[in-house]
């Protein structure tokens, strides 16, 4: 195949990686932020509650689809045309959904809330309800950004590939997966600690604002967005000076359009009917808090089942296919997308555990925020440790083998969800659970470098894109996947138990409570049980991920 390539004196790249992690960082957080005040935005924009909360959703549905959606293309678009110039458009397509969502009006009487409301009233006749179109201009504004900050991971991790030979890729890899992880992990967390910091200093905003002579209203929620501005406009401009020497090759084939359209197509139908959900609230107390199966799964997953399997059939026949499935089948590229899915699937456990036990201990008290701050500090415990593990693990896969560096994070995890199986009880104190959380969380970040490293290094250079974008598409699924089976087995598990232990005859309410209580922490420690089993099983094409790449291998 033929290629072009271009070649300049390059900076550090450890600086690059650096430079063009804090967007990957701000896109993530941006996937969740939104959850911490969603009901705020109902309010502000006076809409009834109970009507539009379906609707509403979309502000994160929405989100979470395009981002997906976006790798899925971008980062073959970016082998095409350029990384550079995909990651300046990705950078400017986020900055404008920023721009939209902080600039809405909630009385849509101004901006592109007040031209979507005068084109609603001239096609129908009628005057639309202004907060429906504030809200709608908000969901658009969120999809909007979702397509850039998603494809910033893929081409991201493709950067990692131009600018670090194939011994050195796997730690930079693992980092960037990581804090795309991290983010939207604690994207509840910083959206509720700013919303919550704007509403404490109102007044002294206000008084602010007054002796600069600058008529602004008192931040609330749409700071957020307004923040993304000027952060992405010194991204633009910073990454433009470090990444004008990376040598990148540019592939000569054609974009696969059909192909492109049918997997977007189908991984749309799935998240949807899996519930497009892997958000995880820290009120949740229960498995039916965390979703489940939406009404009209069956047909969104057929549908997606159709539209793959035409996909598969377009990417056979397609001299340039979006994914070069013979080559994904054949090689590392096929066992570490399904490690990964599997990484996802256990990932979604851990997030799952800890909001869930937290609640379910306090479900009679009345300081719920004091709760949603122990699930902060205990997910933390997760979270944290599993994104600093990025590191060694990138460092013990240069020296002992991709294969062997999964597998060694995989039998770490395996280790610390059968001592959840094992210890969890009602009463066990919040340092045990932080430690086996802990262990949990870096066995699996010990699988962020390996895996990638071993997926794009299986790559040919001309397909950096496509293959990075299979590392965070699949953890994705995982987790999508993950969360909606949790719900449906959990909740029917549980069910059975209460069943077999309560009867049919009426009982104290109180002593109901402490029953499904109980029960509930039982639930909890056989889903780590499933986690340990999907990490037996991921073990086998972990272990064949091969071995590491030396200096001058291919």
């Not at 109102?202 to 501005?229: K, M, T, Y």
């Given at each position: 195949?033929?290629?072009?390539?271009?070649?300049?004196?390059?900076?550090?790249?450890?600086?690059?990686?650096?430079?063009?992690?804090?967007?990957?960082?701000?896109?993530?957080?941006?996937?969740?932020?939104?959850?911490?005040?969603?009901?705020?935005?109902?309010?502000?924009?006076?809409?009834?509650?109970?009507?539009?909360?379906?609707?509403?959703?979309?502000?994160?549905?929405?989100?979470?689809?395009?981002?997906?959606?976006?790798?899925?293309?971008?980062?073959?678009?970016?082998?095409?045309?350029?990384?550079?110039?995909?990651?300046?458009?990705?950078?400017?397509?986020?900055?404008?959904?920023?721009?939209?969502?902080?600039?809405?009006?909630?009385?849509?009487?101004?901006?592109?809330?007040?031209?979507?409301?005068?084109?609603?009233?001239?096609?129908?006749?009628?005057?639309?309800?202004?907060?429906?179109?504030?809200?709608?201009?908000?969901?658009?504004?969120?999809?909007?950004?979702?397509?850039?900050?998603?494809?910033?991971?893929?081409?991201?991790?493709?950067?990692?590939?131009?600018?670090?030979?194939?011994?050195?890729?796997?730690?930079?890899?693992?980092?960037?997966?990581?804090?795309?992880?991290?983010?939207?992990?604690?994207?509840?967390?910083?959206?509720?600690?700013?919303?919550?910091?704007?509403?404490?200093?109102?007044?002294?905003?206000?008084?602010?604002?007054?002796?600069?002579?600058?008529?602004?209203?008192?931040?609330?929620?749409?700071?957020?967005?307004?923040?993304?501005?000027?952060?992405?406009?010194?991204?633009?401009?910073?990454?433009?000076?470090?990444?004008?020497?990376?040598?990148?090759?540019?592939?000569?084939?054609?974009?696969?359009?059909?192909?492109?359209?049918?997997?977007?197509?189908?991984?749309?139908?799935?998240?949807?009917?899996?519930?497009?959900?892997?958000?995880?609230?820290?009120?949740?107390?229960?498995?039916?808090?965390?979703?489940?199966?939406?009404?009209?799964?069956?047909?969104?997953?057929?549908?997606?089942?159709?539209?793959?399997?035409?996909?598969?059939?377009?990417?056979?026949?397609?001299?340039?296919?979006?994914?070069?499935?013979?080559?994904?089948?054949?090689?590392?590229?096929?066992?570490?997308?399904?490690?990964?899915?599997?990484?996802?699937?256990?990932?979604?456990?851990?997030?799952?555990?800890?909001?869930?036990?937290?609640?379910?201990?306090?479900?009679?008290?009345?300081?719920?925020?004091?709760?949603?701050?122990?699930?902060?500090?205990?997910?933390?415990?997760?979270?944290?440790?599993?994104?600093?593990?990025?590191?060694?693990?990138?460092?013990?896969?240069?020296?002992?083998?991709?294969?062997?560096?999964?597998?060694?994070?995989?039998?770490?995890?395996?280790?610390?969800?059968?001592?959840?199986?094992?210890?969890?009880?009602?009463?066990?104190?919040?340092?045990?659970?932080?430690?086996?959380m802990a262990i949990v969380g870096i066995g699996i970040g010990l699988t962020?470098?390996?895996?990638?490293?071993?997926?794009?290094?299986?790559?040919?250079?001309?397909?950096?894109?496509?293959?990075?974008?299979?590392?965070?598409?699949?953890?994705?699924?995982?987790?999508?996947?993950?969360?909606?089976?949790?719900?449906?087995?959990?909740?029917?598990?549980?069910?059975?138990?209460?069943?077999?232990?309560?009867?049919?005859?009426?009982?104290?309410?109180?002593?109901?409570?402490?029953?499904?209580?109980?029960?509930?922490?039982?639930?909890?420690?056989?889903?780590?049980?499933?986690?340990?089993?999907?990490?037996?099983?991921?073990?086998?094409?972990?272990?064949?991920?091969?071995?590491?790449?030396?200096?001058?291998?291919?």
């Open positions: 195949m033929s290629a072009v390539t271009t070649s300049r004196a390059r900076p550090n790249p450890w600086l690059i990686l650096l430079l063009v992690a804090i967007p990957v960082f701000i896109g993530s957080l941006d996937l969740t932020i939104v959850s911490a005040f969603l009901p705020e935005i109902i309010v502000q924009l006076e809409l009834p509650i109970q009507n539009v909360i379906d609707d509403a959703a979309w502000v994160v549905t929405g989100y979470l689809l395009a981002y997906t959606v976006s790798m899925t293309f971008m980062g073959r678009l970016s082998d095409i045309i350029g990384r550079r110039r995909t990651y300046f458009a990705c950078l400017v397509i986020f900055l404008i959904g920023s721009f939209i969502v902080a600039e809405v009006d909630p009385q849509a009487r101004s901006g592109i809330a007040g031209w979507l409301y005068n084109a609603a009233f001239r096609i129908t006749g009628e005057r639309p309800d202004a907060g429906g179109i504030a809200l709608i201009t908000i969901i658009i504004g969120r999809i909007v950004q979702a397509l850039g900050a998603g494809a910033l991971v893929p081409v991201s991790l493709a950067l990692v590939g131009d600018m670090f030979p194939r011994e050195k890729r796997a730690q930079p890899l693992g980092i960037i997966g990581a804090i795309d992880t991290l983010g939207w992990v604690l994207g509840h967390l910083y959206g509720g600690i700013m919303v919550n910091f704007f509403a404490a200093n109102a007044l002294g905003f206000e008084n602010l604002f007054a002796s600069l002579g600058l008529n602004w209203d008192v931040p609330d929620w749409r700071w957020l967005f307004w923040i993304n501005i000027p952060v992405t406009l010194i991204a633009i401009v910073v990454t433009a000076f470090a990444l004008r020497g990376v040598k990148h090759e540019r592939s000569k084939a054609r974009f696969d359009l059909l192909g492109a359209l049918l997997i977007a197509g189908s991984i749309t139908c799935l998240v949807l009917g899996l519930g497009a959900n892997i958000e995880i609230s820290s009120s949740a107390s229960s498995f039916t808090d965390l979703g489940g199966l939406p009404p009209y799964a069956a047909p969104l997953l057929a549908a997606a089942a159709v539209m793959f399997a035409a996909f598969v059939f377009v990417e056979l026949r397609h001299p340039y296919p979006l994914f070069d499935l013979r080559r994904i089948v054949r090689g590392s590229t096929g066992r570490g997308s399904l490690v990964n899915l599997l990484v996802g699937f256990c990932l979604m456990i851990g997030l799952v555990s800890v909001p869930i036990l937290v609640n379910i201990r306090v479900a009679d008290a009345t300081n719920l925020s004091a709760a949603a701050l122990q699930v902060g500090i205990l997910l933390s415990a997760f979270t944290v440790p599993m994104a600093l593990a990025a590191i060694p693990g990138g460092w013990l896969a240069a020296r002992v083998g991709y294969g062997r560096a999964a597998s060694i994070g995989l039998g770490l995890a395996l280790i610390g969800f059968l001592l959840i199986w094992r210890t969890w009880t009602l009463d066990m104190s919040d340092a045990l659970v932080a430690v086996q962020f470098s390996p895996i990638s490293a071993a997926v794009i290094n299986d790559a040919e250079d001309d397909r950096l894109g496509a293959s990075s974008a299979l590392v965070i598409i699949m953890r994705l699924l995982g987790m999508t996947i993950s969360i909606s089976l949790l719900t449906a087995l959990a909740s029917q598990r549980l069910g059975i138990l209460a069943a077999a232990e309560l009867g049919a005859e009426v009982v104290d309410p109180f002593a109901a409570i402490d029953v499904y209580s109980r029960l509930t922490v039982q639930v909890l420690g056989e889903i780590n049980l499933v986690g340990a089993i999907i990490c037996i099983v991921a073990l086998i094409p972990a272990w064949r991920l091969g071995k590491r790449i030396v200096s001058g291998g291919g």
